[in-house]
T-cell receptor, first 113, second 114 residues
């Protein structure tokens, strides 16, 4: 079985400051890990993914995430928030040949001018 | 490529009515799935399909039916709508199920059942 916990339901940052979204997972197997972003009234879009290659993964729009097996974490960061980063972010765990993705509950990011 | 398309974008139903949510993809993906999104709960899997003619239940299948007669299309049927089915519904597709494959999501259908 696998599960995902996003530790913050809401994060508020000022424009130009760093963003940190925290995700912990549990999985019986070596997982693939994803971050998706959902802008208001839109579908989900892939930000980045980890698939057992480099532990530091770079994604689109300046986001990156670090896979830490010892901490079972996959936190998402961005050095400098932009107004367009205001959205909901989902951490997702997947294992090979299993239909069931596990979604975190989501973190809503607000960016203050 | 249009990617994953869904119709309608919005729908209001009365309790007991039935309807079909349409989903199509033009990426020749074998794996397709339906999710519902409710506040604070992330996305929950309703039904999925690993290829034409093959479907199976996800976490929350009650009250919904699916079929997969072609690779491209994966409609979701609500048999007798209930207020608890008020939600946003997303269709997704990917090259294969699970593993490192990215899911491609449609824009969603916002359903209200009164």
């Amino acid at each position: 079985a696998q599960s995902v916990t996003q530790l913050d339901s809401h994060v508020s940052v000022s424009e130009g400051t760093p963003v940190l979204l925290r995700c912990n997972y549990s999985s019986s197997y070596s997982p693939s890990l994803f971050w998706y972003v959902q802008h208001p009234n839109k579908g989900l879009q892939l930000l980045l993914k980890y698939t057992s290659a480099a532990t530091l993964v770079k994604g689109i729009n300046g986001f990156e995430a670090e896979f830490k097996k010892s901490e079972t974490s996959f936190h998402l960061t961005k050095p400098s928030a932009h107004m367009s980063d205001a959205a909901e972010y989902f951490c997702v765990v997947s294992i090979s040949n299993d239909y069931k993705l596990s979604f975190g509950a989501g973190t809503t990011v607000t960016v203050r001018a | 490529n249009a990617g994953v398309t869904q119709t309608p974008k919005f729908q209001v139903l009365k309790t007991g009515q039935s309807m079909t949510l349409q989903c199509a993809q033009d990426m020749n993906h074998e794996y397709m799935s339906w999710y519902r999104q409710d506040p604070g709960m992330g996305l929950r899997l309703i039904h999925y399909s690993v290829g034409a003619g093959i479907t199976d239940q996800g976490e929350v299948p009650n009250g919904y039916n699916v079929s997969r007669s072609t690779t491209e299309d994966f409609p979701l049927r609500l048999l007798s709508a209930a207020p608890s089915q008020t939600s946003v519904y997303f269709c997704a597709s990917s090259y294969e199920s699970g593993g490192p494959y990215e899911q491609y999501f449609g824009p969603g259908t916002r359903l209200t059942v009164t």
